[in-house]
């Protein structure tokens, strides 16, 4: 295979793999359990991590890390590839090494028990070390790994804006032409900026795929096709005032406060619900594509739930 031919295998093994991210899953309901599958045929397993939710992981070597954001930004390996850029949150932290520092306190505080009651039996000096020991790493391991270690990469710690830089201010020659400017914020407010950008791009591919659902599902002609559309068009409004507010707060505050941060967070988790509102309509939709009932009850839930949403982020502001 020359370089040109193997170029076109690779994106077309690209296109397939985003084609299979963002396509919504089919579920057949078993006596016990649900199983989900993409549309490749996979099984698609839960995911502990995200409330046992099917999430889709990349497969490996396909996409590049943006892409990976994009299209698959539930996923650990998105959680892993935030942590490599430097715009990882606890959350990522948390929920990547959630097992691990279950089994670490758990094992830790069993031999921790086992070696101080024999310890004091039998005076055992080496017995009382080693159980202080056992207690150090179970307290150690997860305050490191949460909040001391440092997960980015050396590839992008150069891509990082240093703190120390400062953006020198333009002069000003006539008053009436002075205009808002982003300052130079602190890498901790540039990270969210990015994940807004990311969220932006995912959820531009999660409305078409909703929109083209709700096509097929419904008829224009129905009063459910303008309802859902309509509501799927007040979500969209929503989420992109929302992202254009949490930018404008990330590019005009003046520092880092803990308030600053919460309202940018408490945007970005707004965002965050919005996509899976959108994914749950998708899913919804698709596991009622075969019914006779042109307007099921869940699917009238998660609507009704986007709705609220929107009244409650209004009321909100």
């Known amino acids: 295979m020359d370089k040109a031919e193997q170029t076109n295998f690779d994106e077309e093994l690209r296109k397939k793999e985003i084609k299979r991210l963002t396509s919504p899953l089919t579920y057949k309901k078993g006596k016990l359990f649900t199983k989900a599958y993409d549309i490749e045929g996979n099984e698609v397993q839960k995911n502990s991590n995200q409330n046992?939710?099917?999430?889709?992981?990349?497969?490996?070597?396909?996409?590049?890390?943006?892409?990976?954001?994009?299209?698959?930004y539930k996923s650990d390996v998105a959680a892993k590839v935030r942590l490599k850029k430097g715009i990882g949150t606890f959350e990522d932290k948390k929920n990547l090494h959630r097992l691990s520092i279950f089994y670490v306190i758990w094992i830790g505080l069993m031999a921790f028990f086992f070696m101080l009651i024999f310890g004091l039996d039998s005076s055992n000096t080496l017995l009382l070390?080693?159980?202080?020991?056992?207690?150090?790493?179970?307290?150690?391991?997860?305050?490191?790994?949460?909040?001391?270690?440092?997960y980015t990469s050396e590839e992008y710690k150069t891509k990082l804006p240093n703190k120390t830089e400062e953006i020198k201010p333009k002069a000003i020659e006539k008053e009436e032409e002075t205009e808002l400017t982003p300052i130079a914020n602190s890498q901790t407010l540039k990270r969210y900026e990015n994940q807004v950008n990311d969220l932006k791009q995912l959820y531009e591919v999660k409305e078409k795929v909703a929109i083209d659902m709700i096509e097929k599902r419904f008829s224009p002609t129905e009063m459910t096709y303008g309802r859902f559309m309509s509501t799927l068009k007040?979500?969209?409004?929503?989420?992109?005032?929302?992202a254009e507010s949490a930018v404008d707060i990330i590019n005009f505050a003046t520092d880092d406060s803990p308030k600053v941060e919460y309202e940018i967070k408490n945007r970005i988790d707004i965002l965050k619900l919005i996509i899976e509102k959108v994914d749950e309509l998708t899913n919804e939709l698709v596991l009622n594509m075969s019914s006779l009932d042109s307007d099921s009850d869940e699917i009238r839930?998660?609507?009704?739930?986007?709705e609220k949403l929107i009244k409650s982020v209004k009321d909100y502001k």
């Not at 939710?53 to 892409?67: A, N, R, S, V």
């Not at 839930?301 to 986007?306: A, F, G, L, S």
């Open 129 to 150: 070390i080693l159980s202080a020991v056992t207690l150090f790493i179970v307290i150690g391991y997860p305050i490191y790994i949460l909040f001391l270690k440092d």
């Open 301 to 306: 839930y998660i609507v009704e739930d986007m």
């Open 234 to 242: 007040s979500c969209s409004n929503l989420f992109y005032e929302q």
């Open 52 to 72: 046992n939710e099917f999430i889709m992981e990349p497969k490996q070597g396909i996409l590049t890390d943006d892409e990976i954001l994009k299209y698959a």
